[in-house]
């Protein structure tokens, strides 16, 4: 049974020379049912929970130094607007820096402009890169790899170990010249993750390639925005600052180890990977009172009745473990009168069926794009009618299952492309735990 | 297992930088083992802090578990159930699972002078993923990092290919 118990705590010594690993305040684990069938493989859902140690801004308190490259597209498709925004939105961002803090900026179309080396954030220097940045114009096509990279190489040569280091991705195209593929970008930013530098993206208009973008923001551990129009670009550009600054727990990741024979599928929008015993959810860097709910879809082994088996989950920060107990959500083999008559967690189905549309809504607007309507719609309805089968007099479940219904009317049609990428972000965010702005998700918005 | 070397015992106990030394396991790793129920908690606060000599021993064990993929709560059950002098007179001896283990972590635990087990009789086994109903994977354990990585791209397939097919609803018992 998922007795979700926390191993017991002794009292922790004191000696206070190690406090790095407290980032997160809590973790907690829960199951939809208790019970697996003895005789056939189970399915079996399990919500985790984490939270990340609150520290609010207090003003004229220290915070940690940040480094942060701009690698801004200036290719033709940016005028009407947009790049005077994204030097609108810069000059803002760069006024916000403090002297300890460090920047660099670079500009791309087919070629790369790389204003400054990386330096400190003084008064002279921020004011100097805002009034060059009035110079550059549109023109030529996207070199988005170019410019990212030379961002990243850009803070690489001046890297300092404390400060969060981050390249802030911003286009309204899609890579046209250089490596432009998902495969190609994705693990290019993960690698420049596990050398400290983190990647975040905002794609402007219906011009971009969000599966690009959403993926190296997710292995690049950092944010992934979608700006309707370059007037957005402002607000988004000082939300990501702040969210670098806020940050209190770097590379923070979920390990789950399961019991033998259990199988661990992550439903949610996390990049993880399997390392020979654990499965590892890679969550990112983790801001002030963070709220992350991570979705796992188990499939039980088969054995007597009564066996038990389960996962154990723990939370690492930086490869070490976060001080935080383990959780153990454990489930007990039963007959199949026993199974069938457990009561189900309302919580969990909830966020399950959440997760579950989110996947199908991206999965419809890939198809819907590429005019396969019909297969658009069948994958809605098909996730409407699995939800419908536990729903009961769930309201909130009632109401998911009337709007998948709805999207999958809209989708047996050509939508508009503005659509598809509210469609496919806002189901992308909450995949991820994100709040509808791409924000994280922090418990007090709950309230 | 072999007994610790004498000379590395301190019978009023280590600090956690001794113990940090000696067992090759960080602070945070200890503090978390203690959250957790692991280990003890030391006698003394702050600098005065000291942990019993059976602690190195006894980290060791827990990390030599862990590698086997054991959760906390099994090796919590397991050591709970093993007292500091036998770990200390290496009385106790862990039963791996040849799955997990390879030999270099298997002979972790063991001092330098001790018999390690031969890696050439490393026992195997057969592990079985059930990929859909009446196709199973059966995967002789251990392999090789390479097949390894061979065999966990087949499953993503597998995965990838089950959700295309639609069959994810399924299986709902």
């Known amino acids: 049974?998922?007795?979700?118990?926390?191993?017991?705590?002794?009292?922790?010594?004191?000696?206070?020379?190690?406090?790095?690993?407290?980032?997160?305040?809590?973790?907690?684990?829960?199951?939809?049912?208790?019970?697996?069938?003895?005789?056939?493989?189970?399915?079996?859902?399990?919500?985790?929970?984490?939270?990340?140690r609150n520290e609010p801004a207090v003003p004229g308190k220290e915070r940690g130094p940040v480094q942060i490259g701009f690698a801004v597209d200036r290719s033709g498709s940016m005028g009407g607007g947009k790049l005077d925004m994204a030097k609108r939105a810069m000059a803002e961002a760069l006024q916000q820096l403090l002297i300890k803090d460090s920047f660099t900026v670079v500009w791309f179309e087919s070629q790369v402009l790389r204003m400054e080396a990386c330096q400190r954030a003084t008064a002279a220097a921020v004011n100097a890169t805002i009034a060059a940045c009035q110079a550059i114009d549109t023109g030529g096509s996207t070199a988005l790899f170019g410019g990212w990279v030379t961002a990243a190489e850009t803070i690489a040569a001046a890297r300092e170990p404390d400060a969060l280091a981050r390249v802030l991705l911003i286009t309204d195209g899609d890579a046209n010249q250089g490596p432009s593929e998902v495969a190609q970008l994705g693990p290019a930013a993960r690698e420049l993750r596990e050398k400290g530098i983190s990647t975040s993206c905002i794609g402007i208009g219906e011009g971009y390639n969000e599966a690009l973008l959403t993926a190296m923001a997710r292995e690049g551990g950092g944010n992934d925005y979608f700006a309707a129009a370059g007037a957005d670009l402002p607000g988004i550009v000082a939300r990501?600052?702040?969210?670098?600054?806020?940050?209190?727990?770097?590379?923070?990741?979920?390990?789950?180890?399961?019991?033998?024979?259990?199988?661990?599928?992550?439903?949610?929008?996390?990049?993880?990977?399997?390392?020979g015993t654990d499965v590892h959810v890679d969550l990112g860097d983790l801001v002030s009172d963070q709220e992350l709910t991570v979705a796992l879809r188990l499939t039980l082994p088969t054995g007597a009745v009564g066996d038990k088996c389960g996962i154990e989950c723990s939370a690492l920060i930086g490869a070490e473990p976060a001080l935080v107990p383990a959780q153990l959500v454990e489930f007990t083999l039963a007959d199949g009168a026993t199974n069938d008559s457990q009561p189900r967690d309302q919580q969990v189905d909830r966020e399950m069926a959440r997760q579950y549309a989110a996947r199908a809504r991206m999965a419809a607007v890939d198809m819907n794009r590429r005019r396969r309507y019909a297969a658009a719609a069948h994958e809605l309805k098909q996730t409407a009618e699995h939800i419908a089968k536990y729903m009961g007099n769930d309201p909130e479940l009632r109401a998911l299952v009337a709007e998948l219904t709805q999207d999958a009317e809209r989708m047996a049609l050509e939508q508009d492309e503005l659509l598809r990428k509210q469609m496919y972000t806002n189901s992308s965010y909450g995949s991820r735990s994100k709040n509808l702005d791409g924000s994280s998700r922090r418990t007090t918005d709950r309230s | 297992m072999g007994q610790l070397p004498t000379s590395q015992i301190d019978p009023e106990g280590l600090t956690l930088e001794e113990l940090k030394d000696q067992s090759g396991v960080t602070p945070r790793t200890i503090r978390y083992y203690m959250l957790n129920g692991l280990l003890a908690g030391p006698t003394g606060a702050g600098s005065a802090a000291r942990y019993p000599p059976g602690h190195v021993p006894r980290l060791r064990a827990i990390r030599l578990l862990q590698d086997d993929g054991r959760q906390l709560a099994a090796i919590r059950a397991e050591l709970d159930a093993v007292s500091d002098d036998d770990l200390l007179a290496g009385r106790w001896r862990p039963n791996l699972s040849s799955a997990r283990a390879s030999p270099g972590v298997q002979g972790r635990l063991f001092a330098d002078s001790s018999p390690r087990p031969d890696p050439t009789t490393t026992r195997t086994q057969w592990e079985h993923f059930v990929l859909e109903d009446g196709v199973e994977l059966h995967v002789r354990r251990p392999l090789s990092t390479s097949a390894n990585r061979r065999v966990q791209e087949l499953l993503r397939f597998a995965d990838k290919l089950r959700n295309f097919m639609g069959v994810t609803d399924a299986e709902e018992k």
Request: aromatic fraction near 4%.
């Open chain 1, 1 to 52: 049974m998922p007795s979700n118990t926390k191993i017991q705590a002794p009292t922790l010594p004191t000696d206070g020379r190690d406090n790095d690993g407290e980032g997160i305040a809590t973790l907690d684990a829960r199951a939809d049912r208790r019970y697996g069938r003895a005789t056939h493989r189970s399915r079996r859902h399990v919500l985790v929970r984490v939270v990340a």
């Open chain 1, 240 to 275: 990501e600052l702040g969210e670098v600054k806020a940050v209190v727990a770097r590379g923070a990741v979920l390990q789950i180890r399961p019991s033998q024979g259990v199988k661990v599928q992550v439903l949610s929008g996390f990049r993880n990977v399997w390392t």
